[in-house]
């Protein structure tokens, strides 16, 4: 198996307990097409249970001779986002990035320099904020018969000084993996697990502790469930007594509904609870 980047070492875990629960938001639609050219297109629009709308529209294309992508988008927000994607183009198993962030409305300049470098058993990647700073942070994971260990840092170059650093040690199959990760400065643990128990039945668990807060263990415990080839089900419930399940299915091709809510069970008298629901439409 391919060498995880240092932020996906818990990922299988972390995708089992976070993602596909379509309470977090009232209601999202996200619209993706491709034109003949190649260019794709994706609109994205998502309302709180606040009250709040948020957007975007973005457009990408991609040149895959010269292993170049071009990503711009255009938020609600009135940001101007651009991206430059270089592939293997530099040097076998590089990738780099260039983005820049700009507000019209208050002239608000943003600029990044990420790179990525893959080898076989190696995952190193560095993030530099031009702008703001100027900043760094690099990240590397090494791997062995999947065996992971990892380690990051933080440095601020006018400060001349590592801002911030974490460490996480893995084991990676097909069929499980188990991570233990220590971040904000080896402040706060995390052990994690993901189980494929079968094709049809997954299961994972996460325990955080925070040695710089209280004595307490958060718990959280997923399952999915894949009813058939067209839908599947999730549930989840954390220590706190916060419950969440959701459903997905693909009504035909290309179109995908998502059905979410949560519920605090220790507070079921009050109206703490959240539905949600989602719209995917590919073409």
Known sequence: MPVPAFSDIAKPSNDLLNKDFYHTAAASLEIKSKAPNGVTFNVKGKSSHEGHTAGDIEGKYSDAPMG????QAWTTANALDTKVELDNTIAKGLKTELITHFKPDTQKKGAKLNMYFKQPNVHGRAFFDLLNGPTATVDA????EGFLVGAEAGYDVQKAAITRYSAAVGYTLPEYTAA????????VFSASYY???N????AGAKATWDS???NHVGLEVASKYRLDPMSFAKAKINDRGIAAVAYNVALRPGVTLGLGASFDTQNLNEASHKVGASFTFEA
């Open 199 to 202: 094709s049809q039945v997954e």
């Open 141 to 144: 994971v090494l791997g062995h």
């Open 180 to 187: 233990i990760t220590a971040t904000n400065n080896l402040s």
């Open 212 to 214: 710089k807060g209280s």
């Open 195 to 197: 189980h494929k128990v």
């Open 68 to 71: 170049m992508t071009l990503t």
